[in-house]
T-cell receptor
Framework: GAVVSQHPSRVICKSGTSVKIECRSL??????MFWYRQFPKQSLMLMAT?????????EQGVEKDKFLINHASLTLSTLTVTSAHPEDSSFYIC?????????FGQGTRLTVV | GQQVMQIPQYQHVQEGEDFTTYCNSS?????IQWYKQRPGGHPVFLIQ?????EVKKQKRLTFQFGEAKKNSSLHITATQTTDVGTYFC??????????????FGQGTTLQVKP
């Protein structure tokens, strides 16, 4: 199947700093990618739909100014957590494709201290 | 908004016992997909069901899609310790078929005692 690479897999940052997470489709082009957040022992919560060349579509309750999404090319989407706080600590995961099968990145474990 | 409910949340079984998880959607689905997530890992695609009443099998796993395309189930026969993980259903609603937005159930975490 298709490969989606997410980087970094783990990151620890200080409160108030920003963190960028990259999601790359390695062997296919993705006009749409999805960003999820997953708390321990919970389901995947869709944060936003990343659209190549246009603005992301955010789900209700997700702050677009805090979670900046950029999808500048058909193989790369980035999620930047700005001014991170401890409550932003979570597992963030991206995916591409969904109509028949979603391919997930490996996920990023963010810890804000 | 669209919701996908999944039960049970947790299931502990003895190795060799069967296991079933159920999903119900508040809206009619274009398709339903099933994923498995091992502890510390990311979700991995298992199968997609598209047709009303569809049944698919993968070795010891049997997947069903309801006639109304609003519910689904995953049944594992004779569980093994390698079946441990969290199983998620994910629905693609008919209204979202052009966006590809999946709505995930809460997941069922399976523990298997050897």
């Amino acid at each position: 199947g298709a490969v989606v690479s997410q980087h970094p897999s783990r990151v620890i940052c200080k409160s108030g700093t920003s963190v960028k997470i990259e999601c790359r489709s390695l062997d296919f082009q993705a006009t749409t990618m999805f960003w999820y957040r997953q708390f321990p022992k919970q389901s995947l919560m869709l944060m936003a739909t990343s659209n190549e060349g246009s603005k992301a579509t955010y789900e209700q309750g997700v702050e677009k100014d805090k979670f900046l999404i950029n999808h500048a090319s058909l193989t790369l989407s980035t999620l930047t957590v700005t001014s991170a706080h401890p409550e932003d600590s979570s597992f963030y995961i991206c995916s591409a494709g969904a109509y028949t099968e979603a391919f997930f990145g490996q996920g990023t474990r963010l810890t804000v201290v | 908004g669209q919701q996908v409910m999944q039960i049970p949340q947790y299931q502990h079984v003895q190795e060799g016992e069967d296991f079933t998880t159920y999903c119900n959607s508040s809206t009619t689905l274009s398709n339903i997909q099933w994923y498995k997530q091992r502890p510390g890992g990311h979700p991995v695609f298992l199968i997609q069901l598209v047709k009303s009443g569809e049944v698919k099998k993968q070795k010891r796993l049997t997947f069903q899609f309801g006639e109304a395309k609003k519910n689904s189930s995953l049944h594992i026969t004779a569980t093994q310790t390698t079946d441990v993980g969290t199983y998620f259903c994910a629905g693609l609603s008919q209204g979202s078929s052009n966006t590809g937005k999946l709505i995930f159930g809460q997941g069922t975490t399976l523990q298997v005692k050897p």
